[in-house]
Every structure is written in C-alpha cells, then in structure tokens.
T-cell receptor, first 113, second 111 residues
Framework: NAGVTQTPKFQVLKTGQSMTLQCAQD?????MYWYRQDPGMGLRLIYY???????DKGEVPNGYNVSRLNKREFSLRLESAAPSQTSVYFC????????????FGQGTRLTVV | QQQVKQSPQSLIVQKGGISIINCAYE??????FPWYQQFPGKGPALLIA?????SEKKEGRFTISFNKSAKQFSLHIMDSQPGDSATYFC??????????FGGGTRVLVKP
C-alpha cells in the first residue's frame, strides 16, 4: 500500500535550471495538492487539483506550474529555479477538496544554489 | 499573514509530562480543525481533528480543546513519550476551501 509517492527525494539545482517534481497516488483520490514547507511557516499551498482536468492556484503559486496528468499523477514544475524556492515540497491527496483527511507523501528536499 | 497562529515554536518536556500546543485563528468561517504529526523525513499524518460544535475530543493520550468564543484550540499530549517527539501542525478549513496550516511546533520528549 504505497499511498502517495514523490520523486525525487532530494535535488540540488543551480539558479535558472528547471525541473519537475513527480507525484502519484494509488488511493483513487480525486483531489491532489502541492505544498511547500519552510521553517516557522508551516505548510503553504502552492497549487491544487480538485479533480482530474482541473488545477487552481493556492497561496504561493508564483514561479511554479502544475499538470494533472491523469487521476493518479500530479506534477509540479519549476521553470527557472530561484534560491527562494529552496524548500521541502510535499504532495498530498484526498478524496475530494471538501473531504477532511489529506494524505501526504514523504517530501522532496530541494536546494537551489 | 498567517491565518492560523501556532505557539510555541518548540517545546521540551520530560517523559510522562504534558505537552501543550496552542493555536489561534481569525476566520470565523473555519469549520474543521485537524492536528497533523510529522516525524523527521516523513510527510505529515492526521493525528486528531475536531469540529466547532464540541469543546473537547480525546483519542488515547491526545486531547483537543476548542474555545469557539476565543477562537482558540489546543492539543494536549498526556503522559508524553519519547516516541511522541515530532513536529505538530494545527490546521483549519472553511467549507469549500483548503487547509490552512499553523507554523508548526517541534516537540522533544526527554527520557
């Protein structure tokens, strides 16, 4: 029972480089989310997808793009990485946006130098 | 501007003691208040949650106290154990909206 799987677990990028963070869930959930976690800031929502085919901005969307590839997969892309995007990124899923419990992946630690 | 303010940022407690984490909010539309527990290198996981129509909810050694008039809620960890050492996040949700998280509290339980 894998739950929510994120890849990669660690990544170092140079300023200006691009990369895509991958996320897949096997719980047949409709909604998926991308959060970033920074010390003292809690978890801040970047983008979410209420259902397959839809995506919406969260609190801190600038510098990111997302793709809901299918019901299972939701990717996060950094087109031109900046040091301010150094963070730990978490993907999560839930049955639907109004549902109570969100299930999180193990995170991707990204460093931009 | 954080809609959910959490304190303290860190907490050290002796084994067997009580850990208390507090959260305050402004948005009266929030209708669901979960607490998440996160161990190092792992993603957060739901620990316990409460709705504003009750003032207290207990699950094992974990208790949420909710004060609707003060717009505050807290997590109490009774008989704290070294295995409880983790970061705890409070959160709040308004119907139709996403979860808003507090800044987190790192709890260390000393044996």
């Amino acid at each position: 029972n894998a739950g929510v799987t994120q890849t990669p677990k660690f990544q170092v990028l140079k300023t200006g480089q691009s990369m895509t963070l991958q996320c897949a869930q096997d719980m047949n959930h409709n909604s998926m989310y991308w959060y970033r976690q920074d010390p003292g800031m809690g978890l801040r929502l970047i983008y979410y997808s209420a259902s397959e085919g839809t995506t919406d901005k969260g609190e801190v969307p600038n510098g990111y793009n997302v793709s809901r590839l299918n019901k299972r997969e939701f990717s996060l892309r950094l087109e031109s990485a900046a040091p301010s995007q150094t963070s730990v990124y978490f993907c999560a899923s839930s049955e639907q946006v109004l549902n109570t419990e969100a299930f999180f992946g193990q995170g991707t630690r990204l460093t931009v130098v | 501007q954080q809609q959910v303010k959490q304190s303290p940022q860190s907490l050290i407690v002796q084994k067997g003691g009580i850990s208390i984490i507090n959260c305050a909010y402004e948005n009266t539309a929030f209708d669901y208040f979960p607490w998440y527990q996160q161990f190092p290198g792992k993603g957060p996981a739901l620990l316990i949650a409460i709705r504003p129509d009750v003032s207290e909810k207990k699950e094992g050694r974990f208790t949420i106290s909710f004060n609707k008039s003060a717009k505050q809620f807290s997590l109490h960890i009774m008989d704290s154990q070294p295995g409880d050492s983790a970061t705890y996040f409070c959160a709040a949700r308004a119907a139709g909206n996403k979860l808003t998280f507090g800044g987190g509290t790192r709890v260390l339980v000393k044996p």
